[in-house]
């Protein structure tokens, strides 16, 4: 993660090292930092899950 911002107050927004930039599919609050390593896997019923190397995990969508 290279950079953390909000939308809307709601949903979190995370840019990756690869540029890519992946927004929170629902709202909650996330103790994922700048600085944590994470992948992003495909869900079971479709769209995609963003784990931390701690375990968190969400689901995610990509924007861009």
């Known amino acids: 993660i290279t950079e953390v911002l909000n939308e ?23 103790p994922i930092n700048i600085g944590d390593e994470v992948t992003i896997k495909s869900g079971m019923i479709g769209g995609f899950i963003m784990r931390s190397s701690s375990g968190t995990s969400t689901r995610v969508q990509l924007i861009d």
């Open 8 to 30: 809307d107050r709601q949903k979190m927004v995370f840019r990756l090292s690869n540029k890519q930039i992946w927004l929170q599919s629902s709202p909650r609050s996330l």
